[in-house]
């Protein structure tokens, strides 16, 4: 049986190696389960993890995918940090989508440069205020913010459906449930020609920098690490655990609304009943992936947009179903979680009962 | 509403919230134990297709619901495994759970849709069924039903009239200390986690079996997560896992009922309405912090290896 | 040690799959067509994207090695679909069919930039040169179903399913209730919005609800059979959605509107292959066979049997036209005067109930 034997202290060299033990473990499993789904093990993972990559038009598209993970991801990972457990970014998204796209498109008629950032300022309000909810509830009335933040999401999304089956529906589309589409005031500027690589995805970057930044260079950060370490410490100290539980909501609602209106401005150009194909969730899954670190975080992200795209193509050339998707993706999260115990520990194979569990009875 | 209507508005209520009671009362003893797995809805669609399979291999109603709560199982032992064999972040882990069921039922599932099963067979007890009133209420349900309405007081039993109940409540709340006296504490939370993917296996074969009688991929539509809501919902405590699933499908349904009424409201804020109930209830009953916290397990999400 | 193991493996790997990729590549040979779709749901839905994935099947059992088809299962509507679609269409398909509402702007945007490539868009209104668009009346298929449920309901209510409150969605409200109300003027519709095409548990709770307030019948537009196998259950009747569901329903399915695109998709491929492929607006009936309506269930009697087949028959040589003055509105005022019809575009933009459904429509 394996066990597990702690290191002194955390290696470095697995800190970078884990990952590329996790690819190969993945590339491994993924030889055994297309092999069984009757697939050349080599075209899947041709399809999967270069053929997205290998023309120009693809890359663009990964950074278009990754956006919204990246914002996400990148803001989560702050709160993770501090314990705060904000897992409806999904709806902070929605209320993004609502706020800045309804600005848009309340200046249809409207041709000014400044009608983009007004959409960009009212999308991280909405999901702020989105956010602010599970947080007052959780600092004033104590009420978990892993509720709230959840059941908020249904509630975000079920309000996106009234408003584009009902108010906001484009008065020419004979009543479809979809508002018009942003006039070029209101759409992102590509910065890649002939691609959907808008400007939101430098804003991902940019993000990245200062979450990075805050984390290590300021007493903020140094907040959030003691806190999240040990609570008690951190109040001794005199750290509010309440400012954070409200600044790392509100950082992660404005960031999860930016990503929102990134998406209907950018590559949607409108608002849909269906904005996002869970981007809020994913994320959570990207923060850990990432290590709860901004670099890993874009990094991860960037994995993960890889693997939907991979998705989609292995369906195109080889017609595996989406099953097959979700299958690989959830081994190759798994590889990539279970790597990381290489980082603190060593792997021993021995008998499972180590010496201190020993003579133990329950 | 007039009286007739009570009686079955009530029925709907209780196959609503039946697999709810199932998934959330295995993930609160897999939380009692100190481990948080958001794998439920992945759990669930493996125990549902797997379940149905089993079904229309065997016709048998009771292997399907055990391969449903083994195939539960057999998932939540990766997580288990991921988590607590490699120390893996249990949020993520459980996360990428749910990716992993969804596209693995739907694999599992490709010559189960389209297929028919007339459900569960409807058990009727002895005098009790003939009851007027309680007795169509309560007793003209299948064997799951009545599982569901035994299950609280079973977990409730076993957490807190237990040693075994003690001991992993222990497990959850100081898994140092547990670990000192000499309970094997990461055995007891490979049981905990087990015992949770039996129970959303369990909660998936109610809706494959039961609530609709037939696999379609997605089946489970995002029950999981309520599921998980309803175990914070109720803070970790058992009975309040059922009242949470009852007034949860009970607006739900009532929602349903009110709108066949012609009540003009646009339907999105009707069906907003169980979501919003839950946040107030919770905001009512979680005032009190020292409750919650002589519930909550400490060490929830919190890895444990024993030289740490 | 052991690391160095693994990496030895693990370059290994690497090393087989880079040699595996050199012989891949763009080899599709040129008379082989190549069709795409993009679904909105997955092909396991036994709804709306299962019936399109049959039809699918259909072009490649018709035609054999000389097509080679290819769908995307569950791409969503937002950010997604215009790349899918954009894949499909730059990977050497000459025609790709994209199934959904939501799809029609990616679609539109795509055929701008592949102008060989022809595109068909379902139940949209945008069109080009090589984009065409198609859809089906299933309200005529209402209308038919309305009349049985007529015919044969005795509490005068009927429960109806709803999705979400869309043109199409209303449209077949609108048309199954003017068809009931014909043969029994005092007959009412009940709907219930599900918010969710797709939700089998609210669906069958839905159906439970409506048959609780007095429905006998259950008409649905959700894709799942759950609330057939409701009135299975409660010893009502239904009808099927999108496919035959008797097999889930055999004593409560009185019919069923079978969505069928078989001869659509392969007549278009064809024309592809034919080269005489044009940008067209289809919306076909019961008489292109785009709806079909499906055997009857024993609980129809021969008499309504007839009726409800003259009706089919009427809608088909065009005799009958559902939406055939006088139609009047909640509110009682007749909106379409006797002699008169609703237009296709009027249709296409419905968001008003006729007289007969209860409830409010939200606006």
């Known amino acids: 049986m394996l066990r597990l034997e702690a290191r002194a202290e955390p290696s470095r060299a697995m800190i970078y190696l884990s990952p590329v033990f996790a690819l190969g473990l993945t590339l491994v499993a993924g030889v055994v389960l297309f092999e069984i789904m009757g697939v050349p093990a080599g075209d899947a993972l041709y399809a999967f993890f270069i053929e997205p990559l290998s023309s120009l038009y693809g890359l663009t598209e990964l950074g278009v995918k990754a956006t919204p993970l990246i914002l996400i991801g990148v803001a989560l990972a702050i709160g993770f940090r501090a314990n705060v457990w904000n897992i409806g970014a999904e709806g902070q998204l929605t209320l993004g989508a609502i706020f800045g796209g309804g600005v848009g498109l309340l200046l249809y008629d409207v041709d000014s440069k400044w009608v983009l950032p007004a959409m960009l300022l009212a999308a991280m309000l909405g999901g702020m205020l989105w956010a602010a909810i599970p947080a007052f509830l959780r600092t004033r009335f104590n009420t978990s913010e892993i509720l709230v933040s959840l059941m908020l999401t249904y509630v975000a999304t079920l309000l996106l459906s009234y408003l584009v089956h009902g108010p906001w529906r484009d008065p020419d589309g004979f009543n479809f449930p979809e508002s018009r589409m942003f006039h070029d005031a209101a759409s992102l500027p590509i910065i890649f020609p002939d691609s959907r690589l808008h400007i939101g995805f430098a804003l991902a970057l940019f993000v990245v920098v200062a979450a990075w930044f805050v984390i290590s260079r300021t007493l903020i950060g140094f907040q959030i690490q003691v806190i999240g370490r040990a609570p008690r410490a951190g109040a001794y100290a005199g750290f509010s655990h309440k400012k954070l539980i409200w600044m790392t909501l509100l950082f992660a609602g404005a960031a999860a609304g930016l990503a929102g209106v990134i998406e209907v401005s950018g590559p949607i150009g409108q608002l849909l009943p269906s904005i996002s194909p869970g981007y809020g969730f994913t994320a959570i899954i990207v923060a850990f992936v990432g290590r709860l670190h901004p670099v890993g975080v874009l990094l991860a992200s960037l994995l993960m947009a890889l693997s939907y795209l991979g998705g989609e193509n292995a369906q195109i050339s080889l017609n595996l179903p989406l099953a097959v998707t979700g299958v690989f993706q959830g081994l190759l999260l798994f590889m990539l979680l279970a790597c990381d115990v290489l980082i603190r520990y060593r792997i021993r194979i021995g008998p499972i009962v180590s010496k201190i569990d020993a003579g133990n009875t329950a | 509403m007039n009286f007739d209507l009570y009686l079955p508005t009530l029925l709907t209520i209780i196959t609503a919230a039946t697999p709810l009671v199932f998934a959330a009362m295995g993930e609160l003893v897999t939380e009692k134990s100190g481990v948080l797995n958001l794998g439920v809805e992945g759990m669930m669609l493996t125990g549902a297709v797997t379940g149905f399979a089993a079904v229309v291999v065997t016709d048998s109603a009771i292997l399907g619901c055990l391969a449903a709560m083994a195939a539960g199982m057999l998932t939540a032992l990766i997580f288990a495994f991921l988590v607590l064999g490699l120390q893996a972040s249990q949020v993520a882990t459980g996360l990428a759970l749910t990716l992993f069921g969804i596209g693995l039922s739907a694999l599992l599932g490709q010559d189960m849709v389209g297929i028919a099963y007339a459900g569960l067979p409807k058990l009727q007890l002895p005098i009790v069924s003939d009851l007027p009133v309680l007795g169509p209420l309560l007793f003209h349900h299948d064997a799951l039903v009545y599982l569901s309405f035994v299950l609280p007081a079973a ?38 986690t087990l015992f949770g993917g039996a129970m959303s296996g369990l909660a998936g074969a109610y809706l494959s079996l039961s609530y609709s009688t037939m696999w379609v991929e997605n089946m489970s539509a995002g029950r999981g997560w309520i599921a998980l809501a309803l175990v914070v919902f109720a803070t970790w405590r058992p009975w309040r896992v059922m009242f949470g699933a009852y007034l949860f499908g009970g607006i739900t349904i009532l929602q349903l009922y009110a709108q066949a009424f012609g009540i003009a409201v646009p339907s999105q804020f009707m069906t907003m309405l169980p979501y919003l109930a839950t946040i107030v209830v919770l905001v009512v009953i979680s005032r009190d912090e020292s409750r919650i916290r002589q519930n909550a397990p400490a060490c929830i999400g919190k890895p444990f290896h024993p030289s740490a | 040690m052991g690391n160095r193991t693994l990496l030895k493996a693990l370059c290994g790997t690497v090393a087989a799959c880079l040699m595996s990729f050199i012989g891949v590549g763009m080899s599709h040979a040129d008379e082989v067509t190549k069709v795409g779709f993009v679904y909105v749901g997955p092909v396991g839905d036994h709804g709306w994207t299962f019936r399109h994935d049959a039809g699918r099947k259909a072009v490649e059992a018709e035609f054999g090695d000389k097509v080679k088809t290819t769908y995307v299962e569950s791409v969503n509507e937002g950010a997604d679909a215009e790349r899918v679609i954009r894949k499909l269409a730059s990977s050497g398909h000459d025609l790709v069919f994209t199934t959904s509402f939501g799809f029609m702007n990616a679609t539109a945007k795509v055929a701008k930039q592949f102008p060989k490539v022809k595109f068909e868009h379902a139940t949209g209104y945008k069109r080009a040169d090589n984009l065409s668009t198609y859809a089906a009346r299933f309200y005529e298929g209402r209308a038919v179903i309305g009349n049985i449920a007529g015919h044969l309901t005795k509490t005068g209510i009927v429960g109806y399913v709803g999705s979400f409150p869309i043109p199409e969605v209303v ?14 003027p005092n007959a009412v519709v009940k709907v219930v919005w599900v918010n969710s095409w797709y939700d089998p548990g609210t669906e069958g709770d839905a159906a439970k609800a409506l048959i609780d307030q007095g429905a006998d019948i259950i008409a649905q537009h959700t894709d799942s059979p759950a609330p057939l196998q409701v009135a299975e259950q409660r010893g009502v009747h239904g009808f099927g959605q999108a496919s035959d569901m008797s097999a889930f329903a055999p004593k409560a399915q009185l019919t069923a509107i079978v969505d069928n695109w078989d001869s659509y998709y392969r007549d278009r491929t064809r024309a592809v292959m034919d080269g005489t492929w044009k940008s067209t607006d289809t919306w076909g009936g019961i008489a292109s066979g785009m709806v079909e309506i499906a055997p009857y269930g024993d609980a129809v009697p021969d008499d309504v049997r007839a009726d409800a087949d003259a009706v089919a028959k009427a ?14 509105n909640q509110a009682g005022e007749t909106v379409v005067p006797e002699g008169t019809t609703l237009s296709d575009e009027e249709l296409l933009g419905m968001n008003w109930y006729v007289e007969g459904v209860q409830g409010e429509l939200p606006k």
Not at chain 2, 168 to 191: E, K, N, Q, T
Not at chain 3, 315 to 328: A, D, K, R, W, Y
């Open chain 3, 315 to 328: 809608i088909s040589t065009g005799e009958l036209h559902p939406f055939q003055g006088p139609i009047v």
């Open chain 3, 171 to 184: 449209r077949g409200i609108n048309a199954f209730t003017i068809a009931m109300r014909k043969v029994n």
């Open chain 2, 155 to 192: 977990v409730a039993w076993f957490l807190y009239r237990t040693r075994a109940g003690l001991i992993l409540r222990a497990v959850g709340d100081s898994h140092d200390a547990a670990h000192a006296i000499g309970y094997p504490v990461i055995a007891i939370r490979y049981m905990a």
